[in-house]
């Protein structure tokens, strides 16, 4: 396969060659500061980690574990002043004289100063959405209680100072936010809805856990929590006031989330520093949507001849494991994956450990049925992963439970396993310490993230995965068709017009979602634009690939990305 895809200079596969060619799995020294351009990045991701404390946690980093952001429109101001200073400092020091490495760091951080400037200058989506300032506060807290990496007690303590700022944040948001567009505030709701329900269980019965021994911050912590649930509580009838009272307006007086052909290019080139005109992406997201239809119907008869590739697919649902085993044959599937990949010489895994398959924490809990979480790049006490599942909700009615399961049928969980763990996202959090500069460690392109575990997907069935058998290529087939029909509605949706409705009708229509699925994806486009990340970001890889099979002058069938010699690393 050799999709018609330029790939340029720092682009996002970039950092993929990085990741399966340069890296050999060693101990790292911490980033070196000896050259004027480190230093000032340094200093850049210092004052973003101020800015977003949050943020600072995720990454391994707890100078800020006390703090929340400030979204106050004063901080907002010095942040956007902030970035100027430091676009124009970066400008200086690229007119100097770069070495190689140097130049692919500046271009990293330029794309991110830009990347953030548009965010708050164009889009405000601190203006428009509330989605910034619920996560700032489920994940500030989330992120102390899930990862271990200092002693339960001192974690108690920053989640007590970081529940005292919740109601600052919050006020921020009903401040800020003005005419935002319902649909925001529509998928905003279950969100801070989920929020309250994690101070009520989850974050309890931690910080009883966490307190046993200490009586007085055991009580602090009770104290703060008693005051919060009820500011959250009021916070969730205030969203729910808001969304009725934007809804009753005419259309044409409602906000609108859509971000228009300049602003969505600019939002493409700075996040993922992809280039290619809108017409030419949306032509690739076509083409591949009918590559893919129809190896799905071709596979779809290999199966069952004398159904519909519809019907067939539908029909995977039927094989699906009871909620009680989903965890334990989602763990045996993460061995099986592994000891494929080592047999087929298909990459070096750096660790015999494997992620533990769990089900998803109430505060981890997204509206995702999977999800691989992992300890941030700088974090140097803590390592290993955990594959969340998230199994059906107690409450549904049999019909809603089985409906549920019916999304973990066999091949589509192996396919999911694929995506998550081995040779994707788990292999990349193995690897991802080794870059040998902070701007590497600490950028995140998805077209790399999501576009490298989309690609491991398919390169895995093309091996021979699960013996060719044709009910697990129909799995990751539909998963395929359902991000080729991202490209196209999230292009349609923010460039020419197209509604969410129209977008769910594609989803249904011509990537054979059911109707609940398909509205659900069509929403997608609201929270996450540039959503069409997971199959360019593919395409690149696969050009990538075949253009290294090109340089290496190998006209057979391609075998992998090869290091030199004296690093063992490889990656197809």
Known sequence: MEPMIAVRAFVSPLLMVLFCIVSPPRAQSPPSSATPLSRFIDRFYDEKFAFAPSAATDAGIHLYDNHLEDFSRGAIRKRI???????????????????????????????????????????????????????????????????DFAPASARLKSVISRMAEVPKVLASQKTNLVNPPPEFIELGLPMIEGFEEFLKSTLDTWARGAGANNAELLRLFEAANKKLIPIVHQHVTWMRTQLDNLRARPKSKQGSFVLGVETFARKLLYEEMIDIPISRLLELGNLALKRDRQQFVETAKLVDPTSSAKTVARKLGDNHPPAYKLIAEAQAIVSEVKQFTIDHHI????????????????????????????????????????????????????????????????????????????????????????????????????????????????????????????????????????????????????????????????????????????????????????????????LEIYKLRADYQKLRGNSALYRSFTTPSSVRVECR
Request: charged share 25%; proline share 5%.
């Open 81 to 147: 002043a902030s970035l100027k200073a430091a676009a124009v400092t970066l400008s200086e020091l690229r007119s100097a004289r770069l070495s190689a490495d140097d130049q692919i760091d500046a271009q990293l951080i330029d794309n991110a100063i830009k990347a953030e400037l548009l965010d708050l200058e164009k889009i405000k989506s601190w203006g428009r959405s509330p989605f910034s300032y619920i996560n700032a506060c489920s994940n500030g807290l989330g992120l102390l209680i899930k990862r």
């Open 347 to 538: 990459a070096t895994i750096p660790s015999e450990n494997l992620p533990v398959v769990a089900e998803t924490p109430s505060y981890a809990k997204d509206g995702s049925f999977a999800t691989l979480i992992s300890p941030g790049v700088f974090e140097d006490k803590i390592e290993g992963a955990f594959y969340y599942i998230t199994l059906p909700d107690p409450g549904l009615s049999a019909a809603g439970r089985e409906q549920y399961l019916r999304a973990f049928n066999r091949p589509v969980l192996y396919n999911t396993t694929v995506h998550e763990t081995i040779p994707g996202h788990y292999m990349q959090y193995l690897y991802e310490k080794y870059p040998k500069t902070k701007a590497r460690r600490l950028a995140v392109a998805n077209s790399t993230v999501e576009g490298w575990a989309h690609y491991a997907e398919q390169m895995m069935v093309e091996e021979g995965f699960r013996d060719h058998d044709p009910k697990m290529h129909l799995g990751q087939l539909s998963d395929a068709l359902l991000r080729d029909c991202r490209v196209i509605v999230s292009i349609g949706v923010h460039t020419q017009g197209m509604t969410i409705a129209q977008g769910a009708r594609i989803f249904e229509d011509r990537c054979l979602q059911e109707p609940s699925v398909a509205k659900a994806e069509a929403m997608r486009v609201v929270d996450d634009p540039t959503d069409l990340y997971y199959t360019i970001g593919k």
